[in-house]
């Protein structure tokens, strides 16, 4: 449980007025991700501080098919936030090249992100605050709070930035994730948004096995957005908690009109979980798997398979990297 009492209603009030006690007048940064954590902050801090606020977000070439422009839509068009957005793809593309160690990959995605964004920080000028998405079991899993450390891979606490901000605001580290959609709903979120489910820091890169290069993470995308497409067609988006495409690195023998390819292997992923700690996987109905590896096959250029993973975590984790 966490600490948060009160109504929703009172909860927003009175994290505005922290908000705009705690900015005192300075500039406001925030950091969106496409998740509903930062969403949710940025929402808050608009509300507290207007015009004040700048929203960053970081396009990394690593997100999901349309995610940048989504983003972008919804609080620049629909806010009326201040958002730059940074298209920082063929730099990410480039200091990743050749690179196939999942770790290694991981740690230069964080390293870049932090380097970019300090450099469009900087960018700005003077920025007194920075407002930051940590939610409760972040607290939990990075061992602060008194708790035992679960998952030190984890982008937990927030980002180790080399600049000095006067002020970092956590407006929503009391809650838990169903609260902070709840208050995203209350804020006006689409429900698309608020219910989003979550996506790796490090994006398609911890699903696109080998190297990361821009052809094969288009493919992944494409054959992503067809099968969270027939998940949500089939209506189970509710009752499945994560559900993507891999891209495990497979090249296999197909026939396609009558010739010999040899083409990729896309691998669907569906789990069921209360906390992510334990997960197992989704019993999805065999016409959703026919359709969506029929459409990927079809529509996919460079696909000729895909299978179903059917494993439990442990002992395998929900992302494959
Ligand atoms: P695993 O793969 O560890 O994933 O079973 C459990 C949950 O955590 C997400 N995940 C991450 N989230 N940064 C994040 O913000 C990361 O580096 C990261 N790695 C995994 C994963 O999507 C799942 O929801």
């Known amino acids: 449980m966490s600490n948060l009492k009160g109504t929703m209603e009172d909860f927003i009030r009175e994290t505005c007025e922290n908000i705009n006690r705690e900015a005192a007048g300075r500039p406001v940064l925030c950091a969106l991700s496409g998740g509903v954590d930062s969403a949710v902050c940025a929402i808050l801090a608009h509300r507290a501080v207007g015009?004040?606020?700048?929203?960053?977000?970081?396009?990394?070439?690593?997100?999901?098919?349309?995610?940048?422009?989504?983003v972008t839509a919804l609080f620049r068009d629909a806010y009326s936030i201040n958002l730059i957005?940074?298209?920082?793809?063929?730099?990410f593309l480039t200091r990743l090249k050749g690179v196939t160690d999942p770790e290694r990959k991981r740690k230069i995605i964080g390293e870049e992100f932090i380097r970019v964004f300090e450099e469009e920080a900087k960018k700005l000028g003077q920025v007194g605050c920075l407002v930051q998405g940590t939610i409760y079991p972040d607290i939990i899993e990075s061992g602060a709070d008194g708790h035992k450390l679960v998952k030190a891979h984890h982008n937990v606490g927030?980002?180790?930035?080399?600049?000095?901000?006067?002020?970092?605001?956590?407006?929503?580290?009391?809650?838990?994730?169903?609260?902070?959609?709840?208050?995203?709903?209350?804020?006006?979120?689409?429900e698309a948004f608020v219910n989003r489910q979550p996506f790796p820091g490090p994006g398609l890169a911890v699903r696109c096995l080998g190297e990361l290069t821009k052809p094969r993470l288009d493919l992944l995308r494409e054959a992503?957005?067809?099968?969270c497409e027939e998940v949500e067609k089939a209506g189970l988006q509710k009752e499945i908690q994560q559900?993507?495409?891999v891209l495990p690195g497979i090249q296999s023998v197909g026939v396609?009109?009558?010739?010999?390819?040899?083409?990729?292997?896309?691998?669907?992923?569906?789990?069921?979980?209360?906390?992510?700690?334990?997960?197992?996987?989704?019993?999805?109905?065999?016409?959703?798997?026919?359709?969506?590896?029929?459409?990927?096959t079809e529509e996919v250029k460079g696909v000729n398979r895909v299978v179903y993973d059917v494993t439990q975590k442990p002992p395998a984790t929900v992302e494959w990297e």
Request: proline residues 4%; hydrophobic residues 40%.
């Open 256 to 296: 396609r009109n009558d010739e010999r390819c040899y083409e990729e292997t896309v691998a669907l992923r569906a789990v069921t979980t209360k906390d992510f700690v334990t997960a197992g996987y989704a019993r999805l109905p065999y016409e959703l798997i026919d359709t969506a590896a029929k459409r990927i």
């Open 224 to 227: 992503d957005a067809i099968f």
């Open 51 to 70: 015009d004040k606020l700048t929203c960053l977000f970081v396009d990394t070439g690593l997100m999901r098919k349309d995610e940048g422009n989504q």
């Open 158 to 190: 927030g980002m180790p930035l080399d600049i000095e901000f006067e002020a970092v605001i956590e407006p929503i580290k009391m809650m838990y994730k169903e609260e902070v959609r709840e208050c995203g709903r209350i804020l006006g979120l689409p």
């Open 85 to 91: 957005r940074v298209d920082a793809e063929e730099r």
């Open 243 to 245: 559900y993507f495409a």
